[in-house]
């Protein structure tokens, strides 16, 4: 087997760019990237290591070919009368919802690069990244009551906070898409791009968080995770503690002196004395 056949058959493509981003990039192109068993399993891996590995200071995802993600693999989910029907609490719980948790919970952020459509958890994998661009041409559709499902991976809680209420139900019963811009205009994404830009500015984008505070960066995430759910008095008293934690770090110090000398922050250069 050559190399690049041995390439193309994985299911997640990992490349590790020296400024400290980790890709994964979705393979099932032909398929548009439809997930399967294996590409579940390896994108789960793939955010576990991005975890893990100290020199990651941020991760972005993307699809292969023309889609991002057209949601869950159904080639093989035709019933036959008598047939057992699958588990699909079971399934969610051992393979979406652990990356789902894995990406809102990393202490580093996520930035999704939508390069085409995205439909179902497809869709919501993408929403549950901390800043998501899409190409112009790309759609999002939650299409779970197409096939008489409910939306999952994360979608009936991130989409409505995205979206307010009514839109996000719109969208979910009627299984309409929704394009790049608009998706923009109604706050769901952070910018749609030009097809051709795409890639570009989303690296852009996660090399400059890369260069950031990535434990600051983190702790943010957390303060905004807790939000939602949190009474004003709780959310200040988070921020407190979180202010407190980050206030004790070395990227604090760092971006003090930085200020204070008129220069760029390094936030990988460690304090005199460490």
């Known amino acids: 087997m050559t190399a690049a056949a041995d390439v193309s058959s994985q299911p997640i493509l990992l490349d590790r760019l020296e400024n400290g981003v980790l890709t994964l990039t ?71 919802n652990p990356i789902i948790r894995g990406i809102r919970n990393l202490p580093k952020p996520v930035v999704c690069a939508v390069n085409g459509p995205a439909a179902g958890a497809g869709a919501n994998i993408a929403l549950a990244c901390d800043i998501v661009l899409a190409a112009k041409s790309a759609k999002f559709l939650q299409a779970f009551a197409r096939i008489g499902l409910i939306p999952d991976a994360g979608g009936t809680f991130i989409l409505p906070r995205l979206v307010g209420d009514a839109r996000a139900r719109a969208l979910m019963m009627l299984a309409e898409p929704i394009g790049a811009e608009e998706a923009e205009a109604v706050g769901m994404i952070y910018h749609a791009v030009d097809d051709e830009d795409l890639m570009g500015e989303a690296r852009t984008v996660a090399e400059r968080l890369a260069a950031g505070p990535t434990h600051a960066l983190g702790l943010m995430k957390r303060a905004l995770a807790a939000s939602p759910t949190n009474s004003f008095d709780a959310q200040l008293d988070l921020e407190r503690d979180l202010q407190r934690e980050a206030g004790g770090g070395d990227e604090y110090v760092e971006g003090v002196r930085a200020f204070l000398d008129k220069r760029p922050t390094d936030f990988r250069r460690k304090p005199p004395g460490k």
Do not use: H, W, Y
Not at 61 to 82: E, K, M, S, V, W
């Open 26 to 96: 979705l393979n099932r192109p032909e398929r548009l990237n439809a997930l399967d068993g294996a590409l579940i399993e390896a994108l789960s891996a793939g955010i576990k290591r991005a975890g893990r590995d100290p020199e990651c200071r941020a991760v972005l995802i993307t699809g292969a070919g023309r889609g991002f993600c057209a949601g869950a693999d159904l080639a093989n989910r035709a019933f036959a009368p008598g047939d057992t029907r699958p588990d699909l609490g079971q399934a969610l719980e051992k393979g979406l």
